[in-house]
């Protein structure tokens, strides 16, 4: 039959891609039903880009543990696919008695969760490892990183496709039932699915996903961060990342972040919002991610710096019992057979994603014995950036495709070739900021005014797109009502 | 390695000119390279017409001013190549341009700087409010429209009024879409009063002084924007909020010149201009390194970056013939209601070319151009507005000392 799968996966986030690359080690028929039109369009792309070492993620055990293993592997994951990442370290800073009290606690906690190579240090330390950083007293997370979230995402997914994994974009799941024969009809806008198994990834939506499977109905207690971004111009001021003492939710409220692309991340602030999701940044935070910033940061967060800012949410759940915030919840059920429900990931679930996936697939095996794909490679080549090559690498790029000669994005140094091969990327995502996630086309200080012009024409040509169609990054976010007259 | 005499990075209005003239006062060896793939710069997409009546003493398209220039450079026999991209300047003057044919690194004896500006964003604004489509940068939609065939919306709102966004209004408007509102959150036009007049008042599109874009609605695409007004004391006044439905946004909201390329040639830029601080013959602070047009500072008409390239070719020529130029002790300091002042230093022995804007418009005034507390130079004005760039010339007999220049506006 038709739309027949062994397993479908809900949700195209880094825990789904994740999910669903780890599952193709195994001979199944795998797909990915995402809403959006692209991987990593929610949580997954909306947040600090940390790969942390697991001494913030509280007295949750399944967090931690993910979160220590997901850190420890993570050389080695960035290799096989070929992600941009740095394990820079990490400050965790405090300013008079009370965070210092509050830092030694951390301390202790970070001690008994194992937290490799943690150190207390005090104001000479600080300045020593981040001239830049400011602070009386803090602590040293060694082993904590830094990695592109959507980079990282798309790389999971494109691995899984490569493995024979299926990427179904515009598919909001809205019903789930089973056939008497014990099939799951997984109904969504645009089509119905069948499978054996099903894996709920679906993130800010898994708590609704869960309910459709059958398991607990968990209250949602979405946080929504808003971001801002800094010039590169400022990135080299910072060398690692500088976290304020925890408040009294344990959650850091506005950190400074480098990315491994070389800008700045100011944020998140943290607010607790209802169900409706909105991205929109206000004046208020803005004022309050440049002045708490320049707490931490001072002279280099400043508005001249300003490229642009973003906000993510958060997908914390609570029981609907006693109305807390859960652990990380990876479950399957004797009542419900063949579906594994994951809820509750929020951070750090960048870092914890593969050891999640690996439970759930630990899960699947625990109801049906599994056959390896021999022809599994694990191994996933990204783009070639250009800007990061020698000079004698850039020489025979471009003697090897001309396109390399040709600069389609100035400011990240972005050439022709990048944005081809970005446009037919495996997924078959013909977003702009698809091209945008793929390449960091339209991503530094003017923001897409020289190159955007190009990548639209390049999606108009390569993939014979009508221009009322080209769109920005979802549906119905259009670009052009049509040809000049 | 190659070697040139002199390698012109950027083929807009400002390379040409200086090109030209470079090679009329006898310099052969000359390499102009521009990213795109024809010459003419941004003027390629300024199909409207105004240019011209300074330098030519007739009204141009922008295709027609840059063609002259093309034309003459071309006659002139000086080499150009498109399509090549210039990715780094360092600082002893080797020049890194991407090509399809390769990577081309020359060493240049002597380097100008004619890049242009971009675009102030959205982004660097922080403008509150949703992320949908349908906000574009003002000559990003004049490249979409006049370049590309595109057409990117029906009812317009216009956030600045920035001369692109001016322009836009008018083109906007002729290609059937309807423009509700420019709204600019000073209590002046940024643009030229003449385009106020010809691409604003002429099609009833009304201009809403002293309003600031406070919100940004809709998703997935725009929807609406909300404007509130500014009070005298520069808050927002409670209950003055417009709602401006719309399906497009576009913004002209200022010009930053480009200089990502001097900064990694060493260059010093000018915090208010955001451009090389330059000497009297536009030399940047690295010596051999020339800036002119709007990569110096942002012009308001293509033919004064023509007569300042032009002016600037001098300079080089005296640099490659001695081998150095003197160096400009003499600093010249933006004083009351000034802006910024182009050249930032100067030797007190030559007639320099003074360019300024003032900050904030004045009526009936004085330029004042003072040294050791003597009036060297008054230029009377009937108003002076930020949108005008005042230019004159002073005299060398006219400098007494070596002490700071500074010039104000004497109301």
């Known amino acids: 039959m038709e739309n027949l799968y062994d397993v479908v996966v809900v949700g195209g986030g880094v825990v789904g891609s994740a999910v669903a690359r780890e599952l193709s080690r195994y001979q199944l028929k795998i797909c990915v039903l995402e809403k959006e039109l692209d991987v990593c369009n929610g ?31 993570f050389d080695q994951v960035a290799k096989e696919l070929d992600v941009p990442f740095k394990r820079c370290g990490k400050l965790i800073v405090g300013f008079g008695e009370e965070e210092k009290q509050c830092l030694q606690q951390l301390y202790q906690h970070g001690l008994e969760c194992g937290i490799p190579g943690i150190r207390m240090i005090d104001a000479d330390e600080i300045k020593a490892i981040e001239p830049n950083a400011d602070g009386d007293t803090g602590i040293y997370v060694p082993t904590a990183g830094i990695l592109c979230p959507y980079t990282y995402t798309i790389a999971l997914a494109e691995n899984a496709a490569q493995n024979g994994v299926e990427y179904h974009f515009d598919q909001k799941v809205t019903a789930i039932s089973r056939t008497p024969g014990g099939e799951y009809e997984i109904q969504t806008e645009n089509g119905m699915w069948r499978s054996r198994w099903v894996v709920n990834c679906a993130g800010l939506f898994a708590y609704q996903i ?128 063949h579906a594994v429900n ?144 | 390695m190659n070697t040139r005499e002199v390698v012109i990075v950027g083929g807009g209005p400002a390379g040409l000119a200086a090109a030209a003239e470079l090679k009329a006062l006898g310099v052969d060896d000359i390499l102009i390279i521009e990213r795109e793939k024809n010459l003419g710069g941004i003027l390629r997409q300024c199909i409207h017409d105004g240019f011209g009546l300074t330098r030519f003493g007739e009204t141009l398209s922008g295709p027609e001013y840059s063609q002259r220039f093309i034309d003459q450079v071309k006659e002139m026999g000086i080499e150009a190549i498109t399509n090549a991209t210039v990715i780094d300047i360092s600082p002893d003057k080797v020049v890194t341009a991407d090509t399809t044919e390769g990577l081309l690194k020359i060493q240049a004896k002597a380097i100008v700087l004619t890049m242009g500006c971009r675009e102030r964003t959205r982004g660097a604004l922080a403008i509150p409010g949703t992320r949908p489509s349908g906000i574009y940068n003002a000559g990003v939609a004049q490249s979409y429209m006049n370049l590309f065939n595109k057409m990117v919306g029906k009812n317009i709102v216009i956030m600045g009024s920035g001369d692109i966004g001016l322009i836009m209004a008018r083109r906007l408007t002729l290609e059937g879409a309807h423009v509700s509102a420019v709204i600019e959150i000073l209590p002046y036009p940024s643009g030229l009063p003449r385009n106020i007049e010809q691409c604003l008042h002429d099609y009833d599109i009304p201009l809403y002084l002293g309003y600031s874009v406070i919100d940004i609605q809709g998703e997935p695409r725009i929807e609406r924007v909300i404007a509130a007004k ?52 536009y030399q940047t602070s690295v010596p051999g390194i020339f800036a002119a047009g709007n990569v110096l500072h942002v012009h308001d008409l293509v033919d004064f970056v023509s007569l300042e390239a032009e002016d600037l070719a001098k300079g080089v020529f005296q640099y490659l013939r001695d081998g150095k130029l003197e160096e400009n002790e003499i600093p010249v300091c933006a004083g009351e209601n000034i802006g910024h002042v182009i050249p930032q230093k100067i030797s007190g022995k030559k007639d320099i070319q003074m360019s300024l804007r003032v900050r904030k418009p004045v009526g009936r005034c004085k330029v004042v151009v003072k040294q050791a507390g003597r009036e060297l130079k008054t230029v009377s004005m009937p108003k002076a507005i930020p949108a005008e760039m005042i230019q004159f010339r002073v005299k060398a007999e006219a400098f007494v000392s070596s002490e700071p220049v500074e010039v104000m506006i004497n109301e």
Do not use: W
Not at chain 1, 210 to 216: A, C, D, T
């Open chain 2, 230 to 281: 500014v009070g005298e004391n520069g808050k927002l006044v409670e209950g003055s909020e417009i709602e401006f439905p719309c399906d497009t946004l576009i913004l002209s909201v200022g010009l930053i010149p480009e200089n990502e390329l001097s900064l990694s040639a060493g260059v010093v830029l000018d915090d208010r201009t955001k451009g090389a601080v330059v000497d009297e013959n």
């Open chain 1, 43 to 73: 949580v997954s792309g909306r947040n600090t880009g940390l790969l942390h070492s697991g001494i913030l993620s509280g007295d949750q055990p399944v967090r931690t543990e993910c979160c220590i293993e997901g850190n420890a592997e």
């Open chain 1, 210 to 337: 869960s309910v459709m499977l059958g398991f607990e109905a968990y209250v949602p207690k979405r946080v929504k961060g808003e971001y801002e971004i800094l010039d590169k111009k400022a990135g080299k001021f910072l060398s690692v990342p500088i976290y304020p003492a925890p408040g009294k939710a344990g959650d850091c409220d506005i950190h400074i972040t480098p990315t491994v692309d070389g800008n700045i991340l100011v944020g998140p602030t943290l607010e607790d919002v209802d169900e409706t999701i909105d991205y929109s940044a206000t004046q208020e935070k803005i004022d309050q991610l440049m002045e708490q910033g320049a707490r931490l940061f001072p002279r280099h967060v400043k508005r001249e710096y300003f490229i642009r800012n973003y906000a993510g949410i958060f997908p914390y759940v609570a029981d609907p019992g006693i109305q807390e915030r859960v652990d990380f919840q990876i479950q399957a059920r004797e009542d419900i057979p």
């Open chain 1, 342 to 485: 994951v809820v509750g990931i929020s951070t750090p679930g960048l870092t914890s994603a593969l050891p999640i996936a690996r439970r759930v697939v630990e899960k699947v095996k625990e109801q049906e014995e599994l056959r390896p794909n021999e022809a599994f490679n694990p191994v996933r080549k990204g783009i070639v950036r250009f800007a990061e090559q020698t000079d004698e690498e850039k020489m025979r790029l471009i003697e090897e495709d001309p396109d390399y000669g040709e600069i389609y994005c100035r400011c990240e140094c972005v050439t022709k070739a990048e944005i081809k091969q970005a446009v037919h990327n495996i997924l078959g995502v013909s977003t702009v900021s698809g091209i945008k996630y793929r390449t960091r086309a339209t991503m530094g200080r003017c923001q897409g005014g020289y190159c955007e012009t190009r990548l639209t024409a390049m999606i108009e040509k390569e993939l014979q797109q009508d221009v009322k169609d080209i769109l920005l990054n979802q549906k119905g976010a259009y670009m052009f009502v049509g040809k000049v007259k």
